[in-house]
């Protein structure tokens, strides 16, 4: 699985060392074309009459290449170009030479006319909004009611920010080339996209590693090889003890379902430690999970002074009061693994500096955080930091806080302090509801439990997390999510070529 993510820039600099180990521009072009060509007649039947609107750069090369192709294998092709021919230079000027149907003016434009159009107008390099008589071509491409497939990005879409720069195109299937772009995944580019087609015009694997790449597509293929399976000769405490703390009276559920999803997750052992108050409302609903006193943030200190626990997750229904603020001070000071969520960093609004210098003395360096946008902005509060596209800001809040950051959401960005980052795609439309937020932080802790390092664990937690809410698809509520976890962890066993009998992975390679 290709899981590397290549910026605007990481793509260009992937050309240009192809182009100079030897394989022409032109045949990168030819190529691309190729693969739009192919994508178009899967999808459209043979008489479907096709429209190809190009642009004036190496996009347009593209797609005066499928054109041609289009028509050569029988469709009804028209072609409109965006601006004069003589503009075209270098290999987007040879394709259009050899392109021999005519060349047709925007103001021609009728999209009524046709069955498909290829939208070849801009790539993923598009830096600019988009104005004038292009917006107006693209407004007519939306308003045309004919599907389309988009060359490498649907023109309007920023290919590192996903971003609509003014306006975009609308495709239902978009072909891009070598690897896909954070602006694939990234909202609303990814809505825009349609599905995602990755075509291999020549760019070795190689190129793509010397080039550097440090963003993935979230999944197991990323984290596979550091997940925690149990064996037969492994015992609960192998798979590590979690604590999880509980908020005052009345405020208990969340932290409930946060210890419940920890569990289900791989922890060996979960307990609530819960305030005295609500002692008795968390004792009469846990089972599994065990209840521990704890009278305070000294209190909390002495429970996890044991070894035998290994991770604190906290946030949840916490409170924002001065108790709450000594409790994740002491959970940062144990040495323990840390997830920080909800209340956890509403306590730090404003102050994500305090924050960060709390979480860079903490002796094991393993604290990850689970924002939302809200929590996120109010930790940043007059911090321009909060401001830009999403994958800059949780990078960056990553470097500052020196903490693993997971900005919640349809396209979670999980981010590290070392600049490496993931982009998470599975999480369905219903599990934006309320509690799901505490489920993940409850897994995320499950996943630092059994020995996880932060980042692998914070991408392992956003995945299963998405998956189950697949798993328990449309009307689901936060406590169907720990429920689905067996059967989402079941098939990633197999996946990852687990015998579910006695734990025993597969060699690579057997």
């Known amino acids: 699985m290709l899981i590397e993510l290549l910026s605007v820039a990481e793509m260009a600099e992937a050309d240009r060392r192809t182009i100079a180990a030897g394989t022409p521009g032109l045949t990168l072009m030819d190529r691309a074309g190729v693969a739009v060509a192919d994508a178009a007649a899967r999808r459209f039947p043979l008489a479907t009459p096709g429209l190809v609107v190009c642009g004036p750069g190496n996009n347009g090369g593209d797609g005066f290449v499928a054109a041609r192709l289009l028509a050569q294998r029988g469709y009804p092709m028209r072609l409109i170009l ?77 290919g590192d920010t996903g971003q609509v720069m003014g306006v975009a195109v609308r495709a239902v299937e978009t072909v891009t080339f070598c690897r896909r772009k954070p602006g694939h995944l990234l909202l609303p580019g990814r809505i825009q996209c349609g599905r995602v087609r990755v075509a291999d015009i020549g760019i070795t694997d190689e190129t793509v590693t010397a080039v550097g790449p440090s963003l993935y597509a979230n999944g197991p293929a990323l984290w596979g090889d550091r997940f925690f399976v149990p064996t037969l000769i492994d015992h609960k405490y192998v798979r590590g003890h979690a604590v999880l703390v509980s908020g005052p009276r009345g405020r208990t559920g969340a932290i409930r379902m ?183 932080a409850g897994i995320a802790t499950a996943m630092l439990c059994q020995g996880m390092p932060a980042f692998e664990a914070a991408c392992a937690a956003t995945w299963l997390h998405g998956e189950s809410g697949r798993e328990a698809g449309p009307g689901l509520i936060a406590e169907d999510l720990p429920e689905a976890l067996p059967r989402v962890t079941r098939a990633l066993y197999e996946q990852l070529d687990v015998d579910l009998l006695t734990g025993w992975r597969t060699p690579p390679g057997e």
């Open 82 to 158: 965006l601006g004069p021919r003589e503009r075209l230079t270098g290999d987007a000027a040879e394709s259009a030479a050899r392109f021999r149907g005519e060349i047709e003016p925007p103001e021609v434009f009728d999209g009524v006319r046709a069955g498909f159009i290829v939208d070849a107008l801009f790539g993923a390099g598009l830096d600019r909004p988009i104005e004038g008589a292009a917006a107006d071509l693209i407004a007519r491409i939306n308003g045309a009611g004919v599907p389309v497939v988009a060359v490498d990005l649907p023109s309007g879409i920023n």
């Open 258 to 440: 946060a210890a419940r999803a920890a569990l289900r997750a791989g922890a060996g052992l979960v307990t609530v430690a819960s305030p005295l108050d609500a002692l008795d409302e968390n004792a009469g609903v846990l089972t599994a999970v065990m209840v521990r006193p704890v009278a305070g943030a000294a209190a909390l200190s002495d429970l996890i002074a044991d070894e035998r626990f290994r991770a604190v997750g906290l946030g949840p229904a916490l409170g924002t009061g001065p108790e709450a603020a000594a409790l994740v001070d002491a959970a940062l000071a144990s040495g323990r693994a840390v997830v920080l969520d909800a209340d956890a960093l509403t306590l730090f609004s404003g102050r994500a500096g305090d924050l960060a210098h709390r979480i860079k003395a903490q002796p094991a360096r393993l604290v990850v955080i689970t924002p939302h946008e809200g929590e996120f902005a109010r930790l940043f509060l007059g911090d321009p930091l909060k401001h830009g596209p999403k994958l800059d800001r949780a990078r960056r809040a990553a470097a500052r806080l020196g903490a693993v950051v997971v900005l919640k959401g349809g396209d979670s960005v999980i981010a590290a302090p070392d600049g490496r980052a993931a982009i998470t795609e599975n999480a369905p439309p219903w599990l934006a509801t309320a509690g799901s937020g505490d489920v993940l």
